[in-house]
Every structure is written in C-alpha cells, then in structure tokens.
C-alpha cells in the first residue's frame, strides 16, 4: 500500500488560518463583538477564534498519515496530550494565556476596592434648590402618561389602522422626549414576524407615533411612501441596527439604542458610546453618540450630541453611577463597616421635562434601607448634569402605599411617582390604576408628610383637594394658588352621579349649555344648592361641555 506524503507545515497552517477566519466572519457576522480590549465579548471572541485554530490544526495533521499512524496520534497520559499540544497549538494557548492574565490583571486594577475614589468621581454632584430649579406647572400641563399606559393607546391606535395592524406591531421601547417644547413618549412599529419583513421591507416601517403625555393623544406620523425606517432592531441582514453600527464603527461599545425624533420629526435612532474609564473594565461612562438616521441608514458621531436629542444617559447608568457616588464618598472600608453618610439611590425612578430637557429623578435613601429619603438627585439625560436636593421624607413605595390606602376599598394600583413642585412643595403626584390598568384616579402625597394626601378623580380635583390639605397644614408659599378660570351665574339645572364611590353634582347656569362636575369632596356646599341659587365656580379650562370645577362660593 503505498504511503501518503504528511501534509507540510505550511500547507497545514495555512488551512487553519483560513478555517479559522471563516469561523471568525461568520461569528462576527451574528454575534457582533466590538473589537476592543474593553469589551468582555472580545476576549469571548479571540478564545473561540483560539479554539477553532487548534482543533483544526490537531485535525489536518492527521491528514497524510497511515490508519495505524493515526491510531497512535493521540497519545496516552498527560505528557503525551501537553506534547501534542505543544507541536501543534503552541501559539494560539499562549495568546490565550496572555489574554486571560491581561484580562484578569485589568480586572483587579479597575475593581472597586483598589479604586473607590476614581468610582466616587464618575458622577458630579451639585447642591440644588428644588423651588428654584424646578418650576411649578399648572394642573393641565402635568404629563399623566406612563409607559405601560402609553402602551395600551399604541396598540389600540394600530388596531384601528386597518393597512397596518396586519403587517406591524408597536414597538416596547416608548421613550419620553421632549418634542417642540412638549413632553411626549415616541415609539416605532416593527415588522410582525420574518415573512412579513420580507413582504415589507422595500418600502420599509411607514410610520411611527407620538404620543402626547399630557392630552394623551395618540398621533400616527406617516412617511412618504418608499421613505420609510429601514435601519431598526427589526430588521434583517445589513439593515439590522446593531450589524449596521458594527460594520461601521467596529471598535465602539454601544448601550441600548434608543429611537427618538428631532425637532422635524425626523426620526433618529441615538446610539450611546459606552466607554471603560477606570482600568480596563471599570468605571462604565458614555462619550457622545453615534447618531443613525432611521430612514437612510447615514450615521454620524458626536462627541457632544445635538440639544434636541433627549436621552444619552440612560436612568440605570446614572444611578449605578450616583451609588458609586454615595457608598464610597468616605472609602471602600467605610461602606462595609461603619457606612458613615453611605447613601444609596431608591429602586425605581422617573422623569421629568424641564427646559427642553428631560430629567431623570431618583430618590436617595440611607444604605440600612429603611423606609424614608434623605433626599432626591435630579440628573440632564443629555449633559449628566446632577443636583442633589436634601428633603427628607418618605420614599416613593411608601408614597405609594399611603396614596392606595386612601381608596383601598376601591383596591387601586398605584404607579411610581411623578415627582412635581406644587406650591413650593416637593410632592409626589400618582395615578391610580384598576385590575384592568386603566387609571381610575390621582393622588398626591406630601414628601416630607406622607400623610397628607390627596385623591381626585380628575388633576383638576386632586391638585384643588391638595391645596386645601396644604392650606389647612399651613404648608407651601401658595397653598391659595388663583384659579385658571371661574364664572358666576345663576343655577339652572343640578344632576348628579355617584362616579368610583363619590357623589358628583352636575351644574348648568343660566344663559349656558355647559355643565360644571363638582365633587362633594371639593365643597359640602353644592349637597344643599338649589335650582336659582347664585354661585361662583373655578373651573379648569378645557373644550368640552362639562367643565371639572375645582371650587365653588354662594
């Protein structure tokens, strides 16, 4: 039997680079490792790069052998495996090798214990006034609208869009923004499944929605026909958001992208640069973004983004970052043993829209986790800008357990605090849900004295019930604030409703088609009005033709 020539060396080498290049295209092409010594994925990717070489290499070396050579290729014992390792995978196990003590040794350089004090530093922290920097807004400007109800208004929007609610479904993300001025929260469709996308994705996703926080309008902004998003989470092959960022930013770490418009309405996918500043994997930190047209796909990156773009910060960074902050302000020792003035963010957050910005808002609490703030931080979503606002008082789950003992017969849910400045008081304003996650009502409760709390069925009701409380406690430079409106007239006609547990009275003036609600939990004075009897009645602006009275005066 005639014996075949070993593969050579070279040949042999040369086989395994281009299997292991292979490999590494069609890894990348899927998982999308960012190429930088910072990202953990890369050293995930340069192992498996490792591990394809040397099976490769120990399998093209059997080639060219006889059947009783390969018999005996893999070697009995341990020396035998190191010795058939050495020969043919030498190179790849010491770049493995490197890579793990480099990795590790970074690891202990950029870990907290060593470094507290370059953590403590990632995030600035400015002593603010709440009264000052936070305005107050009237009743009617409030954004009322969280995502999980944002959420129930897109899908029944696209439900009634009869071209689209077949082919497309709403997006989750619903990101608060400010457009032109106004809080929104803005959220793209996407396609239903794979087969749709391919019936689709010439023309692209022909639209997206604006939802407005405060009317709860929800707006379905259509593109030019062929002029749709065709660069999103989405979507497939080179059109894939994330593919089409690596492809062209290959050594960028990305956080989460997020959709948002300008102030065309243009809509703009904001991707975040994630940044490793402490060591080698510490100290996460984002350094501008790059910006990705969702139509063309044309992408940029800013070091210093645009001012219409709303999130670069995202809430979870800022407060891991504010926790760095508070725990080792005084060393890494003191937030284990003593934890002197080791404060620590709350578990959940919310947001604010203030000067065309949109704010981030946490409360503080002390690190032995009891159930009061010692104070707030504020932070710019697009610059960091953090202040902190010392107030102490009770923390937004018990905010929210005190606003659903009011009604606890009606067993209402509540939802995270939105936290306003009324009457130049911190307070947190809540709606409350039934089973069914429709808000059936609103309160607010006083930060400093949870106990004082007001509940309303309409803003209107609650904001005017909330004066009252906060008049009769002598709190608030304002607690008489004026009213938006008020008219006197004559009674004409009284109904009345009982609406969730409360009595309602319907009252039309003379000479007028409009009707005033006024709740007996407003004033016990509309119990004993009669029909000609001459009032006063503030009322909160609006289009329809019963108007919510927030007082009423004989």
């Known amino acids: 039997m005639k014996k075949i020539k070993q593969m050579g060396r070279v040949k042999q080498t040369l086989i395994c680079l281009a299997v292991t290049l292979l490999v590494g295209l069609v890894y990348f092409y899927f998982e999308l490792p960012a190429i930088n010594f910072h990202s953990p994925e890369f050293y995930t990717f340069v192992f498996i790069l490792c591990g394809v070489y040397c099976v490769t290499a120990v399998f093209t070396a059997r080639l060219g052998m006889e059947a009783e050579e390969r018999m005996n290729f893999f070697p009995v014992g341990l020396r035998g495996f190191f010795a058939m390792m050495k020969r043919h995978c030498m190179i790849p196990f010491i770049l493995c090798l490197a890579l793990v003590v480099f990795y590790l040794g970074g690891s202990l350089f950029s870990s907290v214990i060593l470094r507290a004090g370059s953590y403590t530093k990632l995030l600035t922290v400015e002593d603010g006034d709440f009264v000052t920097d936070?305005?107050?807004?009237?009743?009617?400007?409030?954004?009322?609208?969280?995502?999980?109800?944002?959420?129930?208004?897109?899908?029944?929007?696209?439900g009634e869009l009869s071209d689209m609610v077949s082919q497309f479904e709403v997006s989750d993300q619903y990101n608060q923004i400010n457009y032109n001025g106004h809080p929104v929260r803005v959220t793209m469709l996407e396609y239903g499944d794979l087969?749709?996308?391919?019936?689709?994705?010439?023309?692209?996703?022909?639209?997206?929605?604006?939802?407005?926080?405060?009317?709860?309008?929800?707006?379905?902004v259509r593109l030019p026909q062929g002029q749709g998003i065709k660069y999103s989470p989405s979507e497939h092959f080179g059109r894939y958001l994330m593919r089409h960022l690596r492809f062209n930013y290959p050594t960028f770490m990305f956080d989460t992208p997020m959709?948002?418009?300008?102030?065309?309405?243009?809509?703009?996918?904001?991707?975040?640069?994630?940044?490793?500043?402490?060591?080698?994997?510490?100290?996460?930190?984002?350094?501008?973004?790059?910006?990705?047209?969702?139509?063309?796909?044309?992408?940029?990156?800013?070091?210093?983004?645009?001012?219409?773009?709303?999130?670069?910060?995202?809430?979870?960074?800022?407060?891991?970052?504010?926790?760095?902050?508070?725990?080792?302000q005084n060393g890494f020792l003191n937030s284990i043993f003593g934890q002197k003035g080791v404060t620590v963010t709350?578990?959940?957050?919310?947001?604010?829209?203030?000067?065309?910005?949109?704010?981030?808002?946490?409360?503080?609490?002390?690190?032995?986790?009891?159930?009061?703030?010692?104070?707030?931080?504020?932070?710019?979503?697009?610059?960091?800008?953090?202040?902190?606002?010392?107030?102490?008082?009770?923390?937004?789950?018990?905010?929210?357990?005190?606003?659903?003992?009011v009604v606890q017969h009606l067993n209402y849910r509540a939802t995270f605090p939105l936290l306003l400045n009324i009457h130049s008081e911190p307070t947190y304003f809540i709606a409350l849900k039934d089973n069914?996650?429709?808000?059936?009502?609103?309160?607010?409760?006083?930060?400093?004295?949870?106990?004082?709390?007001?509940?309303?069925?309409?803003?209107?009701?609650?904001?005017?019930?909330?004066s009252k409380l906060l008049n009769q406690n002598n709190l608030g430079d304002e607690p008489e604030a004026p009213l938006a409106d008020e008219v006197s007239g004559t009674i004409a006609e009284i109904r009345s409703a009982v609406i969730e547990g409360n009595t309602v009275f319907y009252l039309r003036l003379e000479n007028s088609r409009?009707?005033?609600?006024?709740?007996?939990?407003?004033?016990?004075?509309?119990?004993?009005?009669?029909?000609?009897?001459?009032?006063?009645?503030?009322?909160?602006?609006?289009?329809?033709?019963?108007?919510?009275?927030?007082?009423?005066?004989?």
């Open 134 to 158: 936070v305005e107050e807004i009237s009743f009617d400007q409030i954004p009322m609208l969280d995502k999980d109800s944002a959420s129930k208004l897109g899908d029944r929007k696209l």
């Open 195 to 220: 087969i749709k996308w391919f019936t689709n994705r010439k023309n692209g996703i022909p639209a997206y929605l604006i939802i407005d926080m405060v009317t709860q309008n929800v707006d379905v």
């Open 259 to 328: 959709f948002e418009i300008n102030d065309q309405g243009e809509p703009y996918w904001i991707c975040p640069k994630l940044e490793k500043t402490i060591g080698l994997v510490g100290g996460t930190d984002i350094n501008g973004a790059v910006l990705v047209n969702a139509i063309t796909g044309e992408s940029q990156y800013y070091e210093e983004v645009p001012t219409w773009v709303d999130r670069l910060y995202s809430a979870e960074l800022i407060m891991q970052q504010y926790d760095y902050h508070g725990q080792y």
């Open 346 to 405: 709350t578990s959940g957050y919310n947001y604010i829209a203030m000067n065309d910005d949109v704010y981030v808002y946490t409360g503080v609490t002390s690190v032995g986790g009891d159930q009061s703030n010692v104070g707030f931080i504020l932070t710019n979503q697009r610059t960091k800008e953090t202040r902190y606002y010392p107030c102490a008082g009770a923390t937004e789950y018990s905010a929210m357990s005190s606003a659903e003992g």
């Open 436 to 466: 069914a996650g429709l808000v059936k009502m609103y309160a607010m409760v006083n930060v400093q004295q949870y106990q004082i709390v007001a509940t309303g069925a309409s803003v209107s009701e609650c904001s005017a019930n909330y």
């Open 514 to 554: 409009t009707y005033y609600a006024v709740s007996a939990s407003i004033s016990e004075t509309v119990v004993i009005l009669n029909v000609g009897d001459r009032v006063t009645i503030g009322f909160a602006p609006d289009e329809d033709e019963i108007l919510t009275a927030v007082s009423i005066q004989r």
